[in-house]
């Protein structure tokens, strides 16, 4: 979209059909792959010139020092802790995660888009049950306080729950283009960010993608999504508020469709992935 930038690509660990046919000027790597010394050694002997930027997601895995030690130009993270890390080592520039506005977007005609009226779900929740609720003691609470209010479930693992009420809540796993429908379709969208992410600044995409659905977001407390989200999401500090929020969005429907759609406006003004590849185009060229 921008017309200073010439051809985009996007390649997978072992798909690289393509990758020698442009002297790329910037090379984003995301997340740790098996072979990404060999593929960044592959870059700068195809064009020295290239820069490669690392996008560090996951302060665990593989590890910071290792992270440390890949030849690359410079780092992109939205982990407080990674950033004052990896900054002693090369350039980091903080970005956090955002939405696609045109694939996470209100669905229906002009006349029932957003409107509570033609929304088919109370609430939903998109993420995965089982063994990872080892990883989020406080999500199986939080969707238990929900199954009340008519919550549909989306994701692994929640098949196999203990509790009878959330695997007849299971929707299924959803194929990645039916996210946006699951989250066009609720009055409500429940958002967890796990607290080892919450300590680190970390705001999980799926605040980003709901809120650019236009569907009202019930999100746990923690200062990066209260300063992002600007008052268009309400914000939990237990079940007991889980509870309250929903009761309030289901009998105030105007209302929290309002708040479902300034939601959206806010996504649209600050944090499209547009917006986000502003930012690493400036950093890549200082």
């Known amino acids: 979209k921008r017309s200073d930038v010439g051809k985009v690509k996007v390649f997978y660990p072992y798909r690289y059909d393509g990758v020698f046919e442009e002297k790329w000027d910037i090379v984003i790597i995301e997340g740790w792959f098996l ?3 060999d593929f960044i050694a592959m870059i700068r002997n195809h064009s020295s010139d290239t820069i490669i930027l690392f996008f560090c997601l996951d302060p665990t895995f593989p590890g910071l ?8 130009d410079g780092y992109l993270t939205n982990s ?17 995660l955002a939405a696609d506005p045109e694939q996470m977007r209100p669905l229906g005609d002009e006349d029932t888009k957003s409107s509570f009226s ?9 993420g995965a049950g089982g063994k990872m609720l080892e990883y989020k003691p406080e999500l199986l609470a939080t969707v238990t306080t929900a199954l009340p209010f008519g919550l549909k479930l989306y994701g692994m693992g ?3 729950s203990e509790s009878a009420e959330l695997r007849e809540a299971h929707g299924g796993v959803l194929p990645h283009k039916d996210i946006n429908r699951i989250y066009s379709s609720a009055k409500v969208v429940l958002a967890h960010t796990i ?15 709901a809120m650019s659905c236009g569907s009202l977001v019930i999100s746990d407390w923690f200062p990066a999504v209260e300063e992002l989200t600007e008052g268009t999401v309400l914000l939990s500090n237990g079940t007991s508020d889980i509870k309250k929020h929903l009761q309030w969005a289901l009998t105030n429907p105007i209302e929290a469709e309002t708040m479902g759609k300034r939601a959206r406006d806010l996504i649209l003004r600050k944090h499209t992935w547009s917006h986000r590849a502003v930012k690493i185009l400036s950093f890549a060229d200082n």
Do not use: C
Not at 195 to 209: A, K, L, P
């Open 118 to 126: 033609s929304k088919v779900n109370n609430v939903v929740f998109v």
């Open 65 to 72: 020092q290792e992270t440390a030690a890949y030849d690359v």
């Open 195 to 209: 607290e080892s992410q919450r300590n680190e600044g970390m705001i999980n995409n799926r605040v980003f993608e």
């Open 158 to 160: 929640w098949q196999e």
């Open 35 to 37: 072979l990404i010394h």
């Open 80 to 96: 407080i802790s990674v950033y004052d890390y990896l900054k002693n080592f090369a350039p980091t520039e903080f970005v956090r």
